[in-house]
Nanobody, 121 residues
Framework: QVQLVESGGGLVQAGGFLRLSCTASRRGFIIDAMGWYRQAPGKQRELVGL???????NYEDSVVGRFAVSRDPGKDIVYLQMSSLKSEDTAVYFC???????????????WGQGTQVIVSS
C-alpha cells in the first residue's frame, strides 16, 4: 500500500501564501506521479497540480502562475506552494499519487485524508 500524509493547511488571508507537504510511504510500490487535488464545498474534486517522475508538471488553469507543485528529489515528498491566494481557493486539499507494485505495469491511485485550506477575504 501507499500511504499519504498531508500537512500545512490552515487559515490565510487573501493575497497570502501557504505551503502544503505530503509524505508518502510506499513499501513494495514505485510512485510514478504525485500531486494535489482539491474539493470545495458543493463542488467536484479537481486537479490542482501534478508532477511526474520526469519532472513534468500539469496544473489546473486557475492556479497557473500562482501555485507550484514540486517533488523532493530522491524522497517521496511532494509540495504545493500556493501564493496570491484567493477566497475561491478555499477547499480541502488532497495529496494524490499513482503507483505500481514492483514488477507490475498498471498504476493504482492513492489519496491522502485531506487538509483544509481556508482563504479569508
Amino acid at each position: 500500500q501507499v500511504q499519504l500524509v498531508e500537512s500545512g493547511g490552515g487559515l490565510v488571508q487573501a493575497g497570502g501564501f501557504l505551503r502544503l507537504s505530503c509524505t508518502a510511504s510506499r513499501r513494495g510500490f514505485i510512485i510514478d506521479a504525485m500531486g494535489w487535488y482539491r474539493q470545495a464545498p458543493g463542488k467536484q474534486r479537481e486537479l490542482v497540480g501534478l508532477v511526474n517522475n520526469d519532472g513534468r508538471t500539469n496544473y489546473e488553469d486557475s492556479v497557473v502562475g500562482r501555485f507550484a507543485v514540486s517533488r523532493d528529489p530522491g524522497k517521496d515528498i511532494v509540495y504545493l506552494q500556493m501564493s496570491s491566494l484567493k477566497s475561491e481557493d478555499t477547499a480541502v486539499y488532497f495529496c494524490y499519487a499513482t503507483a505500481r507494485r514492483l514488477g507490475r505495469t498498471n498504476d493504482l491511485h492513492f489519496w491522502g485524508q485531506g487538509t483544509q485550506v481556508i482563504v479569508s477575504s
